[in-house]
């Protein structure tokens, strides 16, 4: 089975990913694109150097592409998972209600 939490642990696997192990590494990547905004986020906010904030904003907002692009993927492989975020937006949109 392949590795997902080092490098380089699947650059050549004997076999190729179940559908499971697939959808499994995608939402690998979403989470690994969000980790990355944050970094870059970060370092925003430790710096005044304005071409760094400049090139580290650009960069993040890539990464959000990048999510996006992933989800879609996700939803398209797995179809259950829309449901599931569907849901999710339908009860924060019921707690708004109440605020």
């Known amino acids: ?19 499971d192990e697939l959808v499994r590494s995608i939402r690998f990547n ?35 592409v990048h999510a996006g692009e992933l989800m879609k993927l996700l939803v398209t492989l797995e179809p259950e998972e829309a449901k599931h975020y569907a849901q999710g937006e339908k009860e924060v949109e019921e707690m708004m209600k109440d605020i």
């Not at 392949?2 to 559908?19: D, I, N, Q, W």
């Open 30 to 64: 979403i989470a690994a694109e969000y980790e990355a905004i944050q970094f870059y986020h970060e370092v925003i906010e430790c710096t005044d150097n304005e071409l760094v904030k400049t090139v580290l904003k650009d960069i993040a907002d890539e990464e959000r």
């Open 1 to 19: 089975m392949p590795k997902f939490g080092t490098s380089y642990s699947v650059l050549k696997a004997e076999r190729t990913m179940t559908h």
